[in-house]
Every structure is written in C-alpha cells, then in structure tokens.
C-alpha cells in the first residue's frame, strides 16, 4: 500500500524559525528536530549522508523550496522534517530556499518517495500554497495548510 503525504505530516518535525545562513547547520537542526520522535538508527550518520548528497548533487531551489534527502538504511520509513528560514539559506547553485523539506528514505520505498515528494512539488508550485506556509504562525498551522492546499 502507498504511503500518502498525509501520514508524512507531524507538527512537531517542523521548525518554523531556522536562524543560520549555512545549509549544514540547518540540515542539522532539522535532522535532530526529526531523530526526537522518528526512529533514526544513527542520526548523525544520516545527516552525515545527507550532506554527502548535497555535496554530489546539490538539491534544486525553486520558488525557494529545497528538498534535500538520503536514501538509506538508517531510516526504516520515509521521514520527513521541515525547516522554514526567513531570510533564505543557500542551497545547491541556484538561489536561497526558505522551506526547506529533508526526507529521508528506506531503499525499498523509492517508489513511495517519488509519490510523495511529487505530491509536495505540486503542492508548493502554488503561490497561494508557498505564500500561506510561509506566513503560518505554529507548526499546527503550517501542516494544516499542507494537509489542506489552497482550500
């Protein structure tokens, strides 16, 4: 059975205040904000993983969304966490991301990854959607306006 973006959604994986021009440390604070409540076998090997994919293959920034992830072992279901920086943070080549989307990812559910991180791209595409997040108030809001699109 696919999984649905739906169950990705947690309030208490998003941070709606990341302060750090550097992509590491905001990919850090997600992943620990994450490891909190997901089980993550080796946080820092996963962030560590994660770093290392940026660093071959930098994740694109459109509209100042990023979605960095791992596929990996480390991870038993995809996880996702959430960061959302004011000011932007510099990702890969192009531009600063504001809404930042780390996923990571067992092997065996690529196929799942690739539905939910298209229904996520679809959704952010939507500047009412994007505009919306990125004025949320609480963690609870920002997932409900996720949960919910432009309704």
């Known amino acids: 059975m696919a999984i649905a973006l ?7 994986h998003v941070d709606l205040d990341l302060r750090t021009r550097a992509p590491e440390t905001a990919l850090g604070k997600i992943v620990h904000l994450l490891a909190a409540d997901e089980p ?3 946080p ?3 962030l560590q993983q994660l770093l290392s994919r940026e660093r071959e293959s930098p994740s694109a920034v459109e509209d100042g969304v990023a979605f960095p992830h ?3 072992d480390l991870v038993k279901k995809i996880v996702l966490g959430i960061g959302r920086s004011r000011a932007g943070i510099p990702f890969g080549k192009r531009g600063r991301a504001r809404l930042i989307f ?12 690739l539905i939910c991180v298209g ?5 952010l595409k939507d500047d009412v ?3 919306r997040l990125l004025n949320a108030d609480t963690p609870e809001q920002f997932i409900e306006i ?3 699109g432009t309704e």
Do not use: H
Not at 6 to 12: F, G, I, Q, R, V
Not at 102 to 113: K, S
Not at 119 to 123: E, I, S, V
């Open 6 to 12: 739906a169950d990705l959604l947690d309030p208490k």
């Open 102 to 113: 780390v996923i990571g990812v067992p092997q065996r559910l690529v196929n799942d990854y």
């Open 119 to 123: 229904a996520l791209a679809r959704l």
């Open 146 to 148: 996720l949960r919910t």
């Open 70 to 72: 791992a596929r990996t």
């Open 40 to 42: 993550i076998e080796d």
């Open 44 to 46: 820092e090997k996963f």
């Open 129 to 131: 959607v994007r505009n």
